[in-house]
């Protein structure tokens, strides 16, 4: 199996008619990936502990905090309460962490059909939801209380929507047909 950063050198020669490259710089290629996860309620203390562990144990990296912007009196909300986690992943953790989420967490989603072509915007970027956590192998199986879901959003170098589809399929993403 190819690595991310071998498929990325390979995108030029593969795309180079299609979009009419003339350098090697101008093919697409990933800047970094962003998973962020909300927190819920900020009640249940157990479950702020173990999303930023759980979290630093899937990207290889800890997360960090972020606060709510403002107060909201029907959600019993205060201003600077940690509301969810982030990760920015940049470099070979990134394309690890891509390769493991193409390859290994989301074929082991539940009713799993392909990521729909709607998730890639007009910018580039693809996003995912994925629903629980579980489906990456460091989360341990035995503790499904607290099941939690991210956002995924990869970042590319894409100037728009069809190139970075294109982009995508050349790495191995699932699409739907």
Known sequence: ??????????????????????????????????????????????????????????????????????????????????????????????????????NVALPRTRDFKGIARTAVDEMGNLTIGVKEHTVFPESSDEELKNVFGMAVTVVTTAKNKEEATAFFEHLGGPFKK
Request: glycine residues 6%; aromatic residues 6%; charged residues 30%.
């Open 1 to 102: 199996m190819k690595t991310t950063k071998e498929k990325q050198h390979k995108t030029f020669d593969t795309l180079k008619e299609r979009f009419g490259y003339t350098n090697r710089m101008q093919a697409p290629r990933l800047t970094k990936i962003v998973v962020s996860v909300g927190t819920g309620s900020t009640k249940d203390k157990e479950k702020l502990k173990i999303i930023p562990d759980r979290l630093s144990k899937i990207t290889g990296q800890k997360p960090a905090p972020r606060a709510s912007k403002k107060s909201i009196a029907t959600w019993k909300l205060r201003e600077g309460e940690v509301v969810g986690q982030v990760v920015t992943l940049r470099g070979a953790r990134m394309n690890s962490f891509f390769d493991k989420l193409i």
